[in-house]
Every structure is written in C-alpha cells, then in structure tokens.
T-cell receptor, first 114, second 113 residues
Framework: EAQVTQNPRYLITVTGKKLTVTCSQNMNHEYMSWYRQDPGLGLRQIYYSMNVEVTDKGDVPEGYKVSRKEKRNFPLILESPSPNQTSLYFC?????????????FGPGTRLTVL | GQQLNQSPQSMFIQEGEDVSMNCTSSSIFNTWLWYKQDPGEGPVLLIALYKAGELTSNGRLTAQFGITRKDSFLNISASIPSDVGIYFCAGLRTTDSWGKLQFGAGTQVVVTP
C-alpha cells in the first residue's frame, strides 16, 4: 500500500530538548515536504526536498532543520524546540515537479512544547 | 506569508444541501488543488485543476479554475454526513516549483442530519 508514515504521532516535550520527527514514504517519490498546520492559518510549508541531498526552505523554516540522506526518509529536526512550535506537523511526498502527480500526506504528528 | 484567501472559514449545513467555497489570490496560479482533511488525518487530494476555465468533477464534487487564474471554486452537491471535514485549496504560482505549494486557511464544513 502506498503511504507516508510519520513517527511519533503525538509528542509532548519541554523547551530546548532536541527532537526528531521521522517521515518515510514507500513510493520512490522524489519530492518530500514538511508542513505545519495551525488554526486559521492552514498548512504552511517548512522545508521541502527535491531529491536526495537537495533541500530548500519553505515559508516558515526558522527553528527547523531537515536532511535527505535517502530517498525514502525526510526527518524534521527541532534542535531547541520552543512553545511557538507547538503545532500539527505533516509530511508529504509527490513523484515529480510537474504538478500532475498527487501529493500524499502522512497522518500527522501533534507536537506540544511546554 | 499566506498567498491564498479561502472563504468561508466555516459552514454549518443540513444534510442534502449544496456547499460552495472559494479561494482567491492576488497572484496568478497555474495549478489549483482542492484537499479534504478528515479529523485526525492528513489532507487527501480531491480535485486538481491545470487550465484556466477548467471545470472538473469528482462524484458530487465540482471544482473550477477561474479564468483570471487568480481564483478557484469548489462545490459539493447534496451533502451527506461524511462530507464533514476541513477543505483546503492549494495552488502553485507560475514561478514556483511543485515544492512551493501554497495553501488556503481551510473551510470547516459541518453537516447536520
């Protein structure tokens, strides 16, 4: 089954404690993205990756890092989380850059930073 | 900042009624997408539009790519309880790659029996 998986699904942490949210897709997609979803703001892109070792900033990259060492994985790293990073996070992947391919979203990770 | 203005923010409708929502932008977009998000899930693509003026249906859903390329509309006919969820528009500007998808703030739809 084609899918995007994220772990953990829920996480409560404290300010300053480094954390990583993993994302993995089994569709051999080139493009992967991270979004955060906040009430009234919809989904805002944090980072995206066009292929292995190729990443670029989205609209709200501050406080986040990503890496793309393998095609299937695209972890999101918060080196020093702060309460304003409390949000619902989604990873997504799509096959290509041509806009004709469906973007698949993961189930989401709800992060609370105290 | 957010490029797309989506309205209404929320809708409370009775089962069987039709639903309409729209998305507008000050920029020209070359692709418009409509997603639905069920509670506790990630968004799922409903309809994709690639040409100005295009009208596309998916079951009871119909979406249109505005001829100015600055807006798009989604209609749901004869709503049923499982239509409950948040509907998002998303778009790609002519100058952006697929990785730069922009989302609207969403329309929360509540369907009462």
């Amino acid at each position: 089954e084609a899918q995007v998986t994220q772990n953990p699904r829920y996480l409560i942490t404290v300010t300053g404690k480094k954390l990583t949210v993993t994302c993995s897709q089994n569709m051999n997609h080139e493009y992967m993205s991270w979004y955060r979803q906040d009430p009234g703001l919809g989904l805002r892109q944090i980072y995206y990756s066009m292929n292995v070792e190729v990443t670029d900033k989205g609209d709200v990259p501050e406080g986040y890092k990503v890496s793309r060492k393998e095609k299937r994985n695209f972890p999101l790293i918060l080196e020093s989380p702060s309460p304003n990073q409390t949000s619902l996070y989604f990873c997504a992947s799509t096959a290509s850059n041509y806009g004709t391919d469906t973007q698949y979203f993961g189930p989401g990770t709800r992060l609370t930073v105290l | 900042g957010q490029q797309l203005n989506q309205s209404p923010q929320s809708m409370f409708i009775q089962e069987g009624e039709d639903v309409s929502m729209n998305c507008t932008s000050s920029s020209i977009f070359n692709t418009w997408l409509w997603y639905k998000q069920d509670p506790g899930e990630g968004p799922v693509l409903l309809i994709a539009l690639y040409k100005a003026g295009e009208l596309t249906s998916n079951g009871r859903l119909t979406a249109q790519f505005g001829i100015t390329r600055k807006d798009s509309f989604l209609n749901i006919s004869a709503s049923i309880p499982s239509d409950v969820g948040i509907y998002f528009c998303a778009g790609l500007r002519t100058t952006d790659s697929w990785g730069k998808l922009q989302f609207g703030a969403g329309t929360q739809v509540v369907v009462t029996p």
